[in-house]
Every structure is written in C-alpha cells, then in structure tokens.
C-alpha cells in the first residue's frame, strides 16, 4: 500500500514544484506529472500513474482540478480508482475516500455531476425538439452542398473510390458516403 502523488499544470511554461513539494510533504512517495492542459483527455501521466496503482493504494491530489477538467471528470476517474480498490485524497478539498465522511462527501458530489449531466442531456433534447418544430434541424450544417454530392456523384459512376472522392472534395469519407445514402433515399421515396 502505497501512497501515490498525481500533478498536472497547463502548459508548459507552468512548474510543478509547489504541487510537487505538497503531494511529498503529505507522504506521497511516487509522483506522475503532465504539463497539458486538462481538457485534453491524452494525459500520459494520468495514463501512467492509474496502470501503476494497485490495490490498496492512495491517489494523492492537490487539488481536484488538476485530477479532471469537470465534477464529471473527476467523479468517473474516481469511480475508476475505487473499482481497482484505490482510495482518493485531495489536499485542498474534502474529497477523502478513506474516511467515511470524505466518501459520503464523493457520493453526493457523483450524485450532482449525475444529476448535472442529465439536466443537459434534457436541455439539449428540448432545445432539439423547439428546433425541429419550427422546421430546423439540429447538428452542424452538412459539408455536402448539392454541388459537391453532384460531383461526387459522377466520380462514384466513374468508378473513384471513397477516399478519392472524399479527397478531391476535401471533407471526410463518411461524409461522402453518408450524403450519397442519404441522396439516394430522398430520390427513392420521391419516385414513389
């Protein structure tokens, strides 16, 4: 059982030591750094520190941000650590999965970034649905104009290949693919 230190700045003009001299001074004997910025999910540090943490272990923080960008962050790599059987502490905030309060405090934390997610998820339905009623489609507007599935359209008879096509129209292979199904569907149903 080891206690164990993670430490993360955002870039790298940015030092470490003062999170360093913490984590140490609070009994952590191994240390996993990243200097990159947190909302960036490729931590090499973080990816690291949690193959090197074993049961029993301690997960020693600063501070929480450093851990995750979000409350949801956090509580998902938490939940990780407790599944490997790995406590969580961060110095800064209650969090403390060794102590029955420190977990109750994590529990209800995990309930509002549930509850937080889901209220989003309701948001975003209904603002789609308030759209679509007045005859909008949500998403990102499609990269395939009409000119551009013409012409690939041609190339496709021409016998081009995907990639070739997606190339020449310089947007992604699903998107050609995905406009010529969908162009093919309209022109069936409207010959029916």
């Known amino acids: 059982m080891s206690t ?12 470490l030591h003062s999170q360093i001299d913490a984590l140490t001074a609070a009994g952590a004997e191994k240390i996993f750094t990243d200097k990159i910025t ?8 973080l990816t690291d520190c949690m193959k090197y943490l074993r049961d029993g272990d301690t997960l020693l923080v600063y501070s929480t941000d450093r851990l ?3 409350m949801t962050d956090v509580v998902t790599i938490v939940s990780q650590l407790n599944e490997k059987g790995v406590e969580f502490k ?9 102590t029955a309060g420190g977990e109750l405090f994590f529990h209800i ?3 509002f970034a549930q509850m ?14 308030a759209a679509k009623a007045r005859g ?9 104009t009409p000119e551009r599935i013409a012409v690939a359209r041609r190339m ?3 016998k081009e290949t995907w990639e070739t096509i997606a190339s020449t129209l310089q947007v992604g292979v699903s998107s050609v693919r995905r406009a010529l199904s969908e162009d093919d569907a309209s022109t069936t149903a409207q010959a029916s």
């Open 4 to 15: 164990v230190g993670y430490t993360r700045v955002s870039t790298q003009d940015q030092h």
């Open 38 to 45: 947190g909302k960036t999910a490729n931590r090499p540090g």
């Open 68 to 70: 995750g960008r979000s």
């Open 90 to 98: 961060s110095l800064t905030e209650p969090f403390d999965t060794t």
């Open 109 to 111: 934390c995990a309930a």
């Open 116 to 129: 937080n997610g889901r209220i989003i998820s309701e948001r975003t339905r209904a603002g789609l649905a």
């Open 136 to 144: 909008r489609n949500g998403g990102r507007p499609t990269v395939m």
């Open 156 to 158: 496709r008879s021409e």
